[in-house]
């Protein structure tokens, strides 16, 4: 049995191919002005790659901010939803999953079982999110993909006060022009999503092990950081942007066999 689950992102859209506990395929696309299209375009990748059809599909279930708009898929999902399944699958331990993506965070705790318990978003601000981290590697002249390694480097700690992307980008250009060291700027920037996830993370209590997952994930700046302030080890998958997607196939195979 084939089923597919599609995360239809603010930024990209996934897709992903289970064929019972088997991943089959993925694939990812800019989100784009069109997400419909975007999706139909990564479901005939994701296809593509598995070498099926449509037809061989049992079920497509959809999740993501744009999930209304994946107009093939047979079912949704919440992000809050397909994350717990996901994490119960791939960490059984896992008790809390941050999820931090292009535009907003979450926090989820969930049981052993991988039910939701309680969940907190942070969707109001881009500092603690991904936005956030391209808003500053534009401003620090830097590529965003440098920017987990060059945080690592710094052996100073520099305070960052503000509390919204728009200012904090004025702050970080005071940092360049008193001269701070770019390293120890980026690991400000670190520091300061990070701080906003555990505090949203802590509204719902945190309870070991902790899994992070989204893009941002992918960050190492960012993954170290946030390991400091919740003074914690974090589980993360090998490809932690798929999370949602993943979850999304699980459900589709629970709706295939009338669960």
């Known amino acids: 049995m084939n089923v597919v689950g599609i995360d239809c992102g603010a930024k990209n859209v996934k897709a992903l191919i289970l064929e019972e506990d088997k991943i089959l395929a993925k694939s990812s696309v800019l989100s784009g002005f069109d997400q419909k299209a975007a999706a139909q375009k990564a479901l005939d990748l994701v296809l593509k790659d598995a070498g099926l059809k449509k037809e061989d599909l049992s079920h497509i279930t959809a999740t993501g901010a744009g999930k209304e708009e994946v107009s093939f898929s047979q079912g949704t999902i919440t992000e809050v939803g397909a994350n717990a399944k996901a994490i119960n699958s791939l960490f059984p331990s896992a008790r809390t999953v941050i999820d931090v993506g292009a535009e907003e965070g979450r926090a989820i705790k969930i049981s052993e079982k991988g039910k939701v318990i309680d969940f907190a978003i942070n969707e109001k601000c881009a500092a603690g999110a991904g936005t956030f981290t391209e808003t500053m590697a534009r401003a620090l002249e830097i590529k965003l993909e440098e ?113």
């Not at 904090?168 to 996830?197: F, G, M, N, P, Y």
């Open 147 to 259: 920017m987990g390694a060059l945080s690592l480097k710094s052996q100073k700690a520099v305070p960052m006060n503000a509390q919204c992307a728009v200012f904090a980008e004025s702050e970080v250009v005071s940092l360049i022009h008193t001269k701070h060291a770019k390293e120890d700027i980026v690991r400000a920037v670190h520091d300061a999503i990070a701080d906003r996830i555990a505090s949203m993370a802590r509204k719902i209590g945190i309870e070991k092990d902790v899994a992070l997952v989204g893009g941002v994930a992918r960050n190492i700046g960012f993954v170290d950081s946030l390991k400091r302030d919740l003074e914690l080890d974090l589980l993360i998958p090998e490809d932690p942007e798929f999370s949602c997607a993943l979850g999304a196939a699980y459900a589709a195979v629970e709706k295939a066999k009338g669960g």
